[in-house]
């Protein structure tokens, strides 16, 4: 059973534009939501992180989005640049073992 | 800076060879680390979580004998990868916490590019 699951498989922003990607989960034991950025050759590196009392946390052009009744939590990358070009992973758990999305390659256009 | 490193980047050898993947974190101790596995284009496989000390978990599905999980320090973990054949080529990666408690940051090595001829 696929724990998390993330979409779109791709996404290509304009550059100035919002990316917006979606992850859903399962266990509603879960109580750590982190996103993570992968750029190629290197492993991932945490971006933001929620956890499930809260609705929304913002850092600078990065929000996390999350609903609780329905399971699903949302990265929305504000004023998307060339330089966010990565791969994008969510991950949900506790008791720090977590479980990874499938992954996001987002292409921003210049 | 890096938190974890990981070493080699990228291996390349012949089917049947053992092949060993270091883990150090760095400037912390980690009690915990966790090995991943990672196919193209595809998310992080969590493969077992090596313990300080003891054996390690692994994951359903993973060979224990394939792929052995030494954590014989406090800043050191490796995975040695016996008898590779090509099936085994992969992107492995490495990664802890650097703290103590529950949903601490989680550290990723940068990878080691597993490629069997």
């Known amino acids: 059973q696929q724990q998390v699951k993330q979409s779109p498989q791709s996404l290509i922003v304009q550059k100035g534009g919002i990316s917006i990607i979606n992850c859903a989960y399962e266990?509603?034991?879960?109580?750590?939501f982190p996103w993570y950025q992968q750029f190629p050759g290197k492993g991932p590196a945490l971006l933001i992180a929620?956890?499930?009392?809260?609705s929304e946390k913002k850092e600078g052009r990065f929000t996390i989005s999350f609903n609780k009744s329905a399971k699903q939590f949302s990265l929305h990358i504000m004023d998307s640049q060339p330089g966010d070009s990565a791969t994008y992973f969510c991950?949900?758990?506790?008791?720090?073992?977590?479980?990874f999305g499938s992954g996001t390659k987002l292409n921003v256009k210049p | 800076g890096a938190v974890v490193s990981q070493h080699p980047s990228w291996v390349i050898c012949k089917s049947g060879t053992s092949v060993k993947i270091e883990c150090r974190s760095l400037d912390f101790q980690a009690t915990t680390m966790f090995w991943y596995r990672q196919f193209p284009k595809q998310s992080l496989m969590l493969m077992a979580t090596?313990?300080?000390?003891?054996?390690?978990?692994?994951e359903q599905g993973v060979e224990k004998d394939k792929f052995l999980i030494n954590h014989a320090s406090l800043t050191l973990s490796t995975l040695t990868v016996t008898s590779a054949h090509p099936e085994d080529s992969s992107f492995y990666i490495c990664s802890t916490f650097s703290g103590q408690g529950r949903n601490q940051p989680q550290h990723f090595g940068d990878g080691t590019r597993l490629s069997i001829l």
């Open positions: 266990n509603t034991a879960f109580d750590y």
């Open positions: 929620i956890r499930p009392d809260v």
């Open positions: 991950a949900a758990g506790n008791f720090n073992k977590f479980y």
């Open positions: 090596s313990n300080e000390g003891s054996k390690a978990t692994y």
